[in-house]
Nanobody, 126 residues
Framework: QVQVVESGGGLVQAGGSLGLSCTAS????????MAWFRQAPGKDREFVTG????????AYADSVKDRFTISRDNAKNTVYLQMNSLKPEDTAVYYC???????????????????WGQGTQVTVSS
């Protein structure tokens, strides 16, 4: 059973930056599509960004494009999310998700991902 664990959340002022990491339990995930979702209080969990196994395809939600950057280091079984120019509306619990697929596309639907982390809180103060 693949496990993914997020780290790096916290409190930051608007306009600031924060980095998240997601480490998988084993090297089989090097072939997985990896993604970040987020869920704000009272809202549905939404797609933020995702990356295919070789970083050949990267997708971003419009709301974070040009501010967030996803990357991965397959040697470390780790995916990163660098968040810049943070806004209060970025406040949410951020979840790492994994999909066992060599897809060349990044699905944006929650049900396409079988493995989920516990989430890490990101709070952006105004």
């Amino acid at each position: 059973q693949v496990q993914v664990v997020e780290s790096g959340g916290g409190l930051v002022q608007a306009g600031g930056s924060l980095g998240l990491s997601c480490t998988a339990s084993d090297s089989t995930t090097v072939s997985f599509v990896m993604a970040w979702f987020r869920q704000a209080p009272g809202k549905d969990r939404e797609f933020v960004t995702g990356i295919t196994w070789n970083a050949g395809t990267i997708a971003y939600a419009d709301s974070v494009k040009d501010r967030f950057t996803i990357s991965r280091d397959n040697a470390k079984n780790t995916v990163y999310l660098q968040m810049n120019s943070l806004k209060p509306e970025d406040t949410a619990v951020y979840y790492c998700a994994a999909r066992n697929s060599y897809n060349v596309i990044v699905p944006t639907e929650r049900d396409q991902y079988a493995y989920w982390g516990q989430g890490t809180q990101v709070t952006v103060s105004s």
